[in-house]
């Protein structure tokens, strides 16, 4: 029987400890940051915080004590907002060993160093601990609802460890829950990050009530330079062809339950930012965190991304959407493979 640590229990926290405590083959410590989260679990088997309305199996147990969470892990999977990564790696990197399997289920990117969520966690161990640790990346299309209730569901687990990627797959696959292995970690991160900024585009055109014309030619061009700058970085073409890549930006470009996109249907009819996110009662829409770190890294390799930069000129400098979606639709003719052949 293994034992998994989950950091963080938000929505998809949850929902995967869900997924790992409903085999009965694993005890799993979830740490939440919020007493609420850890005594509703407690009382009523449910975070009402995040997931209401979902039961957790009896082999999970909340605590806000990382010593409890992390001692004797055999796993530990790292679930908080992508703007916490680094400060919650600088906390418990005094309960990591060597032996540890880390799974970063995060999507986004730093904003001042532009780092990936696995390379923030390798960097923090290495300075601190004097090792590097046997780390992945899970990525794809999953609503955390949808995993939690147990619809069928695929998603790949990214990693140069083979082993590590084999050991994953095993444990975290069940009938509802397909796990694919990869590889290529940069892609898979990068896939999973820059469609939460195309998935606001997407719920822009809906706030507007533009065609279904106009969001599929969104999802086509987004994944465009999703896959240009993946490239530029190291990654593949064919993983953003694939679950982390395509399929996730689908999901979230078209899903209702997709924060991201109901960000982009509230600026679409005109609601400014800063409401839109205190409405959002501390759930996080990371493409909101991630536009402006995907700028800052297409101009540190000289990708163009014409999409992200409107959204960045959106959410950072207040641009009118219809002046973005008109400034889009009228850049100089091109043909459709340009600039795609060799990632550049």
């Known amino acids: 029987m293994s034992r998994i640590a989950i950091i963080g229990a938000g929505a998809w926290g949850t929902a995967l400890s869900i997924v790992l405590g409903r085999k009965g083959l694993h005890t799993v410590q979830l ?12 009382a009523h088997r449910e975070n009402s915080l995040y997931l209401p309305g979902l039961k957790l199996p009896s082999g999970i147990a909340a605590t806000q004590d990382y010593a409890a969470a992390l001692t004797g892990a055999d796993i530990v999977v790292s679930v908080m907002p992508s703007h916490h990564c680094r400060a919650v790696f600088e906390e418990i990197h005094p309960y990591l060993t060597s032996q540890m399997l880390l799974v970063s289920a995060t999507k986004g990117i730093e904003n001042n160093r532009h780092m990936r969520m696995t390379e923030i966690i390798c960097s923090v161990i290495l300075e601190n601990q004097g090792f590097s640790p046997r780390v992945g990346a899970l990525s794809g299309p999953s609503f955390a609802q949808e995993v939690g209730r147990g619809d069928p569901t695929a998603i790949t687990i990214a990693s140069r460890d083979s082993e590590l990627a084999q050991i994953i797959q095993c444990e975290f696959s ?45 999802i086509t061009r987004g994944l465009a330079e999703i896959t240009r700058l993946a490239v530029a ?8 062809a694939g679950l982390a890549g395509l399929g996730d930006l689908v ?27 205190a409405g959002m009662h501390g759930t996080v829409a990371e493409g909101v965190f991630t536009t402006e770190a995907a700028v800052g890294l297409a101009r540190l390799h000289s990708v163009d991304i014409p999409i992200t930069q409107q959204m960045f000129e959106i959410l950072r400098n207040g641009k009118s959407p219809r002046s973005a979606i008109q400034d889009l639709m009228t850049r100089r003719a091109k043909s459709e493979l340009e600039l795609t052949r060799d990632g550049r």
């Open 31 to 42: 740490w939440a940051h919020e007493r609420e989260v850890v005594d509703s679990i407690a």
């Open 174 to 218: 069940d009938p509802a829950f397909r796990v694919y292995t990869n590889d290529d970690v940069v892609g898979a991160e990068l896939g999973g990050a820059l469609k939460n900024v195309i998935a606001i585009a997407a719920g822009i055109c809906a706030g507007l009530e533009l065609g279904h014309n106009s969001v599929a030619a969104l």
């Open 251 to 277: 999901l979230t470009c078209t899903g209702s339950l997709s924060r991201n996109r109901s960000v982009g249907v509230e600026l679409g009819r005109g609601r400014k930012l800063p409401e839109i996110i």
């Open 233 to 240: 970085c190291g990654g593949r073409a064919e993983t953003l």
